[in-house]
């Protein structure tokens, strides 16, 4: 059986469920979002709770399915962020409206378009702030955006996210 479809997921207060035998939709402060039910998986609303049930054969779908409603709920009703760190000189990050312009050491800038639904911040010209209510989109554009300047193992120049540990190569030895 398999241990993370076994629990409930909790609805925060605020969050409400739409059940069919194909989807479940939640609704929330932030906005709404929808998964798709695999064959064999049902989602049942008890209380304040979301249930599901499966048989064996279902399992590795049931866990991925409650990990979705999880993150789904938590996206609904407070919403995600990321935040990225361009290290490096003279690399910079600004906002125009739903684009991203950024600066990485190339000989042209780089322009990245949000898509629906994802807002981006530059406190400073060194950070990156992505915001939505979906956790696969958000870390979906962040590694997009980090792979534009992939940090380097020797100085670390590039684009990290925050508090990511970069583990330095030592230099040619004479």
Same mark, same amino acid.
């Given at each position: ?49 979301? &249930? ?74 060194? &950070? ?18 980090? &792979? ?27």
């Amino acid at each position: 059986m398999s241990r993370v479809a076994k629990q409930p997921v909790e609805l925060p207060q605020g969050v409400t469920a739409t059940i069919t035998d194909t989807s479940v939709t939640l609704k929330g402060a932030k906005g709404s979002l929808s998964v798709a039910l695999s064959g064999g998986v049902k989602v049942v609303q008890k209380d304040k709770h979301l &249930e599901l049930e499966y048989n064996a054969n279902n399992r590795m779908q049931a866990g991925s399915t409650r990990s979705h409603l999880s993150n789904m709920a938590v996206g609904v009703s407070k919403g995600y962020e990321r935040k990225l760190e361009l290290v490096g000189v003279g690399y910079r990050a600004a906002v125009q409206g739903k684009t991203l312009n950024l600066t990485l050491g190339y000989s042209h800038p780089i322009a990245v378009e949000m898509p629906e639904g994802i807002s981006v911040e530059a406190p400073s010209q060194t &950070e990156i702030v992505l915001k939505g209510i979906d956790k696969q989109r958000i870390g979906q554009i962040a590694a997009e955006i980090r &792979e534009l300047r992939a940090p380097e193992p020797y100085k670390g120049k590039g684009v990290r996210y925050a508090g990511e540990q970069i583990s330095l190569k030592e230099g040619k030895k004479k």
